[in-house]
């Protein structure tokens, strides 16, 4: 190989190696040609012909960068996490989404927090929804707010259910196993 002021050589193969410091303009690498990191194989950056930047570590895709967004492939551990916005976790068809701003935080299924499924927190309330209905709420005093019938014990199991006065502990008492009220 041939070398250049110390800092680069170059093989006949066309491969370079550098040592040192490198300034320059510009350095392009082909669509589909490799970046190596680490002095290995296993350890590169990648851009696809599709503009998909890639990350590989290991051999595999850790993490693409997309004009759309960032997606990080296997699984993230972090101190901390702070999303400005929305994230979506799942598969394209099958997301769980979760939002946050100066107003609500919240997780949905669909396309906003007020559509499908969600639960959300803001206002001093947290809000449920279903069927893109919003079906109930908790407010900050604890009023449990149900927009529609509400059911306990679907499934009629041996469970008892009663409602607390300012002075009686059993002030409606249902007794589940028995099937009476008192």
């Given at each position: 190989g041939q070398s250049t002021s110390g800092q680069m050589q170059l093989a006949s193969s066309g491969a370079?190696?550098?040592s040192g410091s490198?300034?320059?303009d510009e350095i392009k690498v082909g669509a589909t040609d490799r970046i190596y990191l680490d002095g290995g194989s296993n350890t590169y950056i990648q851009e696809s012909a599709s503009d998909d930047l890639r990350f590989f570590v290991g051999g595999s895709q850790a993490v693409r960068v997309r004009a759309s967004g960032t997606d990080i492939l296997g699984s993230v551990t972090a101190d901390g996490l702070t999303v400005d916005g929305a994230a979506?976790?799942?598969s394209s068809t099958a997301k769980t989404k979760f939002?946050?701003?100066?107003?609500?935080?919240?997780?949905?299924?669909?396309?906003s927090l007020t559509s499908d499924e969600s639960i959300y927190m803001g206002g001093d309330a947290i809000f449920f929804y279903a069927g893109g209905q919003n079906r109930l709420n908790i407010d900050s005093s604890g009023a449990l707010i149900s927009k529609g019938s509400a059911v306990f014990n679907q499934d009629g199991a041996d469970k008892d259910?009663?409602?607390?006065?300012?002075?009686?502990?059993n002030m409606l008492f249902v007794d589940g196993g028995n099937n009476v009220v008192g």
């Open positions: 370079a190696t550098f490198v300034t320059a979506s976790i799942g939002y946050s701003d100066s107003t609500y935080n919240g997780i949905y299924n669909g396309s259910f009663r409602v607390e006065s300012s002075g009686n502990a």
